[in-house]
């Protein structure tokens, strides 16, 4: 499968636009007409549906080289958008061999790994990278482990350890995220870096995740997907440039809310590292612009209908405080009135 490639931009002027193709497999995360919190967990089974976004381990699509250029942009702003706390050199290491497996493996027409005992050599066509290097010795690649091979990873990647009956975020890439800093958080434990949700504290929501993430094993990964609306098709809204982004919120009319007001869904994924024992926690941001996902009848008729039901401690949790409403009414003229069927892909 050779996947063509797109040569786009997250920032400035913002050329980022999805294919037909990507629509279509964009990961709609809403099963009914309202939406309330759950764990709401499953399987990562593989290989998954064909074509979709969970086909393969990791997801590598047309949004691919230029999400890879607006990464190495955010590190040269700010390099601590990439930590690791000392102890967590063999997830590094755990990191990069499931990685680079995986892409091998699943597109092998972009990526190949030959490996002699230690002596590894990796090849990434699209990003034109070609590195041998001695796996186990962070001296042979220009970067530590983990920064290397996710420098070549769409997403963001947490490393959790687990010990004293909790899970701790110690190491991370982190320059996709929505609102929320791996510098804050790092060296946190589960609930803490939780803490900020609303209402989910109080249905028991984390307690329940944190026992089931516990007992993830290696080769059982799980899944889930999360949500939240961004102005703009912006991949890096991190709390340390909210004065870059946070204005733009400000800036939603009935004219342009289509265009502007992006979907933003989160493919997050759970696996058991089978050296250090630590918890992958990949986190997959999707963009799509209302323009776009209104291509899609059902997804027209559903999303308005969500949005309008938010309990308001989401609204203002989700950011969606200034724009919410001009969101539904643009939205609403695409909604019929006829019923949705279950589930979250088109019909």
């Known amino acids: ?71 190495e942009l955010v590190l040269r702003q700010d390099p601590l958008r990439c930590q690791a706390l000392p102890h967590m050199m063999a997830a590094q290491w755990d990191l990069l061999e499931l990685i680079m497996t995986s892409f091998a493996r699943d597109y092998p027409e972009h990526f190949s790994l030959e490996r002699d005992g230690e002596r590894w050599h990796w090849v990434n066509r699209p990003l034109g990278i070609d590195q041998r290097f001695v796996f186990g010795d962070a001296l042979t690649l220009p970067y530590e482990p983990m920064e290397y091979v996710t420098r070549q990873a769409q997403g963001d990647w947490v490393i959790v350890d687990q ?15 929505a609102d929320w800093s791996l510098d804050f958080d790092i060296g946190m434990n589960f609930f803490e870096w939780h803490g900020p949700v609303p209402l989910a504290h109080e249905l028991g929501v984390f307690e329940r995740a944190l026992k089931y993430l516990m007992q993830v094993r290696v080769g059982s990964p799980v899944r889930r997907l999360n949500w939240t609306m961004t102005i703009n098709p912006l991949l ?42 630590a918890l992958l926690f990949p986190i997959r941001c999707y963009l ?32 969606l405080t200034r724009y919410r409403d001009t969101a539904v009414a643009w939205l609403s003229r695409y909604d019929d009135g006829a019923p949705t069927s279950p589930g979250g892909g088109p019909d």
């Open 236 to 277: 890096d809204t991190a709390p340390e440039r909210y004065p870059v982004w946070g204005p733009d919120r400000t800036t939603v009319t009935p004219d342009n809310v289509g265009h502007k007001a992006h979907l933003r869904v989160e493919l997050q994924s759970f696996w058991r590292l089978p050296r250090s024992n």
């Open 288 to 319: 799509i612009k209302l323009e776009e996902l209104v291509t899609v009848p059902k997804w027209a008729r559903r999303l308005p209908r969500v949005l309008k039901s938010l309990p308001q401690e989401l609204v203002d949790y989700k950011g």
């Open 1 to 71: 499968m050779t996947i063509a490639f797109r040569d786009e931009t997250f920032r400035d002027d913002y050329t980022f636009r999805n294919s037909p193709h990507a629509i279509r497999r964009f990961p709609f995360p809403f099963h009914e007409d309202r939406y309330m919190y759950a764990v709401n967990i499953e399987p990562h089974a593989l290989p998954g549906p064909k074509g979709s976004v969970v086909e393969f381990a990791f997801d590598v699509d047309e949004h691919y080289v230029s999400e890879m250029r607006d990464r």
């Open 163 to 177: 010990r004293d009956g909790n899970l701790w975020m110690d190491a991370g890439m982190v320059t996709t995220q």
